[in-house]
């Protein structure tokens, strides 16, 4: 039950990150930055925004420690407690997510023309060049990360409106727990993965780390033989 629940905390904390990824890079996208973008993406906001998702989280075992124990039946996660306090605001951060990622997309193929285009020199123009080839490397990146989070999301919305059609019936166990457990999973076990294919400096950082780690290992063991 507690896993259960502070996996459901996890799993909506990971969606508001993203949206909060959506947020800088549309921030990035202004010349000036926006004062209440920059408010939205700061360390105070991230952390009131983790420690609301999981206080939420334990606010529900608390609930159903009253209630008292259930069988750990896969389908007991639709319940409508779970219902709104995490799949309602979880297809909320989403809807979110995909609006401000349309405007970051918007904004990059439309960009504003800045009146003054005279004395611009070389250097100026390759930096502006650059940062918009690392900005449409970072949007496609998150449109991957957007769009597995869709998939995942979409399963477990379609498994639950089946539900509460009152077609539980014609929900395989086996299924819904494959739907409802693993592919849930799947959001934050890939992101790594699409971060370290799509993102250099995350590449090198992982890269300088195991060359760290066995130059240790390498001196330990030259120090064992010796």
């Known amino acids: 039950m507690v896993i259960l629940h502070l996996t459901c905390g996890t799993f909506i904390w990971s969606l508001i990150q993203t949206l909060l990824i959506c947020i800088e890079r549309l921030n990035a996208t202004f010349t000036i930055k926006k004062g209440l973008l920059v408010h939205l993406t700061s360390n105070k906001c991230v952390v009131f925004c983790f420690t609301l998702c999981h206080s939420i989280a334990v606010l529900r075992i608390g609930i159903d420690m009253i209630d008292g124990p259930v069988p750990c039946d896969p389908k007991n996660s639709t319940i409508p407690l779970i219902l709104f306090t995490q799949d309602i605001p979880c297809v909320g951060v989403v809807v979110s997510i995909i609006s401000c990622y349309g405007v970051v997309v918007y904004r990059m193929t439309h960009p504003h023309k800045s009146v003054q285009t005279s004395g611009v020199t070389t250097s100026q123009s390759a930096k ?51 739907i409802n457990n693993v592919f849930i999973m799947l959001n934050p076990l890939l992101d790594p993965v699409i971060y370290i294919l799509r993102i250099k400096k995350y590449r090198d950082h992982l890269r300088c780390k195991c060359i760290k780690r066995n130059s240790v290992s390498d001196v330990s063991n030259l120090a064992t033989h010796s």
């Open 128 to 178: 502006k060049m650059a940062d918009k080839i690392r900005m449409r490397k970072s949007v496609i990146t998150l449109g991957l990360i957007i769009a597995l989070v869709v998939v995942v999301l979409l399963l477990r919305g379609i498994a639950l409106f089946i539900f509460y059609m009152g077609n539980e019936s014609k929900i395989n166990d086996t299924l819904f727990m494959i």
